[in-house]
Structures are given as structure tokens and as C-alpha cells.
């Protein structure tokens, strides 16, 4: 049993239930709030399990792997707030983009109070034009309100960093193994941060996302065999770790600026 309220940025589900449970997943564009109302909540949260009772709220970032279960009687609610459109909305005040804490505390009564609330003019209202828009700003006021994250004024004290020597570590891997295919999780597991920690951290230390930064390591890498070695540019393509030559071709034109028979000619 439950009600499903979707928004065109945000979608509120309602569920209740004694043996319900989803398989670990993982979302590329929403901040997912997860709020027990009765009974509990046994979450994983990438690769760590929680048990949530009332009174606590789990808010799993976007690319974080996480699931949920109940194995008694048992309600919540799940929350999906749009990636884009709250930062959209936090930006008019503050210029960063949202990292919640993942662990929180909420009153549920006045969670459940408020989501009434909404639901109610959603229902009774939505043939009024801004009745949309108004419940969701209104929501992202309540929830940025009520949870800490990189919006807060405290939370620049307990902004999880990465080292330098980790780091190091993760740039002295990428640099052995850019010949082959490297995902993130890998990368974020050498950091020991959660993946989208890590996607936070590795470009503000190194001013590129972890792929763009693979790719220019091959791309230099290439720029030196092509100097250095009688190897052909097909050969090189595929020493370097790129599957394909357009691919090859694409990513050269887009760090060096010119084609990699241009450069080969050039020198």
C-alpha cells in the first residue's frame, strides 16, 4: 500500500509493507531522501548496511549505490529531489552544488505533516498555474532547511577531503594503468571515498573529472610514441587504451588540436 506523488522535479512515494526491499541501484540525477515512519529500515549504503528507525533519515547523493528493506511491518517515505533543479533553485543564493550528509534527523511528524500538506494542494490546486512550481520550491526550502549538507554554514568544517597522499595514490594507479579500462569505483575505492565524494574531490585537486583526466593521460602518452617510436598511429591508438581510432582521433583533436597524422607531420 502507499501513494505516489510526482512533481515534474521532485516525486514523494509513500510505501508500507512487512517483506519489501529494491535491488542496489544507484541514481545519476537525484538526491534520494529515505524517511522510516514506523517500524525499521535496513538500508546499504555503498557497501555499508544502516538500520534507520523514526526519527532518522538517510539522503543518498547522486551515483551513490544504495537499497532498502523491511522485514517487519514497517512504512516510509522516498523521496527524489532533481539534481538540476536544486542546484538550480540553492544557486540564486549560494554558488555551490549540494552534497548532503548522509546521515540525518528529522521529526516525522513534521515531515508527514508537511507532505500532507503539498499533497493536498496538489490535489485541490493543480489547475492553478504556479500551484508546481510553488510546492517545489517550497520543498526544496523544507528539506535544505531541515538537512545539513554543503549549503550549511557548518558544513565547511566537516567537508569529507581527500589527502594528499591519497591522491597521489590514485593519480600514481591511473598513470600505470591508463592503457586500460578504468571506472571510477575503482578509483574512489583506492581514495576510500564514496564515489561521488570522490568525483568532488579528484576535480577540485587536479581541475578534471577522473575521465577526462584518464584521457589526457593517454593522450600525452600518445603525443610520446608518436615522437618517439616509428610505431603508426593505429598501433599507438591501441597501446594507449583507446578501443577504437575515431575515438582515438576525437579525444586527440579535443586535448592537442589537431589530428594525430597533423602532429605526426608537424614534427
Known amino acids: 500500500m502507499g501513494f505516489h506523488l510526482k512533481l515534474d522535479h521532485i516525486k514523494i512515494l509513500y510505501i508500507e509493507g512487512t517483506h519489501w526491499g529494491d535491488k542496489p541501484h544507484s541514481h545519476d540525477d537525484v538526491y534520494q531522501i529515505s524517511v522510516p515512519l514506523t517500524g525499521q529500515m535496513i538500508t546499504e549504503l555503498n557497501q555499508k548496511t544502516l538500520t534507520l528507525h ?9 551515483l551513490s549505490r544504495h537499497s532498502h528493506q523491511f522485514d517487519r511491518p514497517s512504512s516510509m517515505f522516498l523521496i527524489g529531489l532533481e539534481r538540476e533543479s536544486l542546484n538550480a533553485w540553492n ?12 546521515q540525518q534527523t528529522i521529526s516525522s511528524v513534521a515531515i508527514k505533516k508537511q507532505v500532507k500538506t503539498w499533497f493536498d494542494r496538489y490535489l485541490f490546486h493543480s489547475h492553478e498555474d504556479t500551484v508546481v512550481k510553488d510546492i517545489e520550491n517550497e520543498a526544496f526550502q523544507f528539506f535544505t532547511s531541515i538537512f545539513r549538507g554543503s549549503h550549511s554554514a557548518e558544513y565547511k568544517h566537516h567537508l569529507p577531503t581527500i589527502s594528499q597522499h591519497s591522491i597521489l595514490h590514485v593519480l600514481e594507479f591511473i598513470h600505470t594503468n591508463y592503457h586500460e579500462a578504468i571506472s571510477v569505483d575503482a578509483l574512489a575505492a583506492i581514495a576510500k571515498q564514496s564515489k561521488y565524494h570522490f568525483m568532488r574531490s579528484f576535480k577540485s585537486y587536479t581541475n578534471f573529472s577522473p575521465h577526462q583526466y584518464v584521457i589526457r ?3 600525452e602518452r600518445a603525443k610520446e610514441l608518436l615522437t618517439n617510436t616509428n610505431r603508426s598511429i593505429l598501433d599507438v591508438c591501441y597501446e594507449v587504451g ?5 575515438q582515438f582521433h576525437r579525444n586527440f583533436v579535443a586535448v592537442v588540436g589537431c589530428t594525430p597524422l597533423q602532429y605526426k607531420m608537424n614534427l
Open 54 to 62: 523514526e526519527g532518522e533519515a538517510l539522503i543518498t547523493n547522486p
Open 91 to 102: 544557486n540564486e543564493n549560494l554558488n555551490v552544488e549540494i552534497s548532503f550528509n548522509e
Open 242 to 246: 583507446f578501443n577504437n581510432p575515431s
Open 217 to 219: 593521460t593517454r593522450i
